[in-house]
């Protein structure tokens, strides 16, 4: 059976709050209680279950005696890769990590394919004196819809006088999703080469435009003696300062989407919400769920790769009839993985989905 040595699922005494908290328990065959108590049995798992997982950390944020269960389900999917029983999906993002460093498998040589977009240069991070990096995550190298995301940041922290440079086709897939995907060897690689190419170019600091990537560098690579910051975090510092500021109204009724990987598992709460307050015009909404309460999109964890065979209200649909019952006019978050799964059906329902980096490029 399998030797789940993080999890510590001996600890468990069967409360249920893992489930009762888990966004996909109920709707999928996902039971988190369950797969603890048949790995405290010795039981067998069906091999497509664990794939029901977001990795939104809810079970283990609300776990009364810290056995980490996300971590367990990391384990099962890792003896499941082991074995090759794994959805041809998944299969395909991680055969196109191993080849060309993205999980779409798109050639590395287009990683810095949104450079030739902008209308501003920016340099390669060895021809600056800062040696502050933009990251950008694979989805956002390689997808229309999320390539705007590094174009716009880019032109925002030019406009704020801020110094960075980019990696361009030196830059790999972080390895966040790889990891929760079970696939521990390419995290290993990914890691080691993300970790010398920093070393390499000396940077100080990297500002991600993505919360996995930030999750990944910060909290998983080690000790790297890097800075890590999310995108909010560095612009909601530019507006205290004074060095970001804003020339135009936003007459907009806009509600905020926490972003787990970005709020429940870093607590990033304030900044996103500090850089909407500072627009003027711009109304403030709330989701019922929020903060370290926010419902999950479904795209962590390898799910963004894994379509299930059945069919069921998805958490997106929630939330977007959320906001439209809310009165919202827009529905803003700042990640893309919330982004691309908002997207078709708040566009089916008529409501607009902005990345937080497209609002600000209208008041700029």
């Excluded at 998983?220 to 109204?249: C, P, Q, R």
């Amino acid at each position: 059976m399998v030797n789940l040595k993080q999890s510590k699922v001996s600890m468990c005494m069967q409360c249920g709050i893992c489930t009762a908290s888990c966004p996909e328990a109920g709707i999928t065959s996902l039971n988190i209680r369950m797969l603890v108590r048949k790995n405290q049995l010795n039981r067998g798992i069906e091999k497509l279950t664990p794939w029901f997982c977001t990795s939104c950390g809810e079970c283990t944020l609300r776990c009364p005696r810290s056995v980490n269960p996300s971590e367990m389900i990391i384990d099962l999917r890792s003896v499941f890769v082991e074995e090759g029983q794994i959805p041809i999906s998944i299969q395909k993002a991680l055969e196109g990590t191993f080849v060309q460093k993205n999980p779409w498998g798109r050639p590395r040589s287009k990683r810095g394919a949104w450079l030739d977009e902008l209308d501003i240069k920016v340099p390669h991070i060895s021809e600056t004196k800062s040696k502050k990096l933009l990251f950008s995550c694979c989805i956002q190298a390689y997808d229309p819809r999320c390539m705007v995301i590094p174009m716009n940041v880019a032109r925002i922290l030019n406009k704020g006088g801020v110094e960075f440079g980019v990696l361009g086709t030196e830059e790999a897939c972080c390895g966040n999703e790889i990891r929760r995907m079970g696939e521990f060897g390419l995290y290993e690689e990914l890691q080691e080469e993300n970790t010398a190419t920093f070393q390499k170019y000396e940077i100080q600091e990297i500002i991600a435009l993505s919360p996995h990537c930030m999750n990944a560098f910060k909290n998983e690579y080690g000790d790297l003696g890097i800075k890590v910051s999310h995108y909010t975090e560095v612009l909601a510092a530019m507006i205290e300062d004074g060095s970001l500021t804003f020339n135009a109204s936003y007459n907009t009724k806009v509600i905020y989407h926490d972003p787990c990987f970005l709020g429940k598992q870093n607590k990033i709460f304030e900044e996103p919400r500090n850089i909407l307050k500072a627009i003027d015009g711009l109304e403030l909404l709330e989701f019922s769920g929020s903060r370290e309460n926010s419902l999950c999109c479904e795209g962590g964890g390898g799910r963004m790769f894994y379509e299930p065979e059945i069919s069921y209200q998805r958490n997106s649909e929630k939330r977007v009839l959320e906001a439209i019952q809310k009165g919202a006019d827009v529905l803003t978050t700042a990640c893309p993985f919330c982004l691309m799964n908002f997207e078709d059906p708040a566009t089916e329902k008529g409501l607009p989905v902005k990345e937080l980096s497209e609002i600000i490029m209208e008041v700029l």
